[in-house]
Nanobody
Framework: QLQLVESGGGLVQPGGSLRLSCAASGFTLDYYVIGWFRQAPGKEREGVSC??????SYADSVKGRFTISRDNAKNTVYLQMNSLRPEDTAIYYC???????????????WGQGTQVTVSS
C-alpha cells in the first residue's frame, strides 16, 4: 500500500527556515514523481515544487528560497524552506504519481499534510 507521511512543519518567525520530510512506503522513488503542494486558508491549492528522475521545478513564489531533494536510500523527499515569509503559511502536502518528469504533473497519492506557520 502506497503511503506518504509528511513531517517537519511548525511555527517559525519570518526569515527563518524549516525542512519538511516526506517518507514514502509501499513504493520506491525511482519510478515516481514527487510533488509538494500547499493550501492556505481561503486560498486555492498551489503547487510548490516537484522532483523526478529527470529534474525538478519550483513555483515562482518560492524560487531561490526553497530546495527540493531526495534520498533514495531512505525513500524520502525533503523540502528545505529558507527565508520564510508569512505568505508561506499553509498546510503542505506531499504527493506522488508514476512518471518521469515534472512537466504536466498530476498527483495521484496524497499525504495527510503538515502545518507550516510563519509568524512573529
Amino acid at each position: 500500500q502506497l503511503q506518504l507521511v509528511e513531517s517537519g512543519g511548525g511555527l517559525v518567525q519570518p526569515g527563518g527556515s524549516l525542512r519538511l520530510s516526506c517518507a514514502a512506503s509501499g513504493f520506491t522513488l525511482d519510478y515516481y514523481v514527487i510533488g509538494w503542494f500547499r493550501q492556505a486558508p481561503g486560498k486555492e491549492r498551489e503547487g510548490v515544487s516537484c522532483i523526478s528522475s529527470s529534474g525538478h521545478s519550483y513555483a515562482d513564489s518560492v524560487k531561490g528560497r526553497f530546495t527540493i531533494s531526495r534520498d533514495n536510500a531512505k525513500n524520502t523527499v525533503y523540502l528545505q524552506m529558507n527565508s520564510l515569509r508569512p505568505e508561506d503559511t499553509a498546510i503542505y502536502y506531499c504527493t506522488a504519481a508514476l512518471g518521469r518528469g515534472c512537466s504536466g504533473y498530476v498527483p495521484v497519492n496524497w499525504g495527510q499534510g503538515t502545518q507550516v506557520t510563519v509568524s512573529s
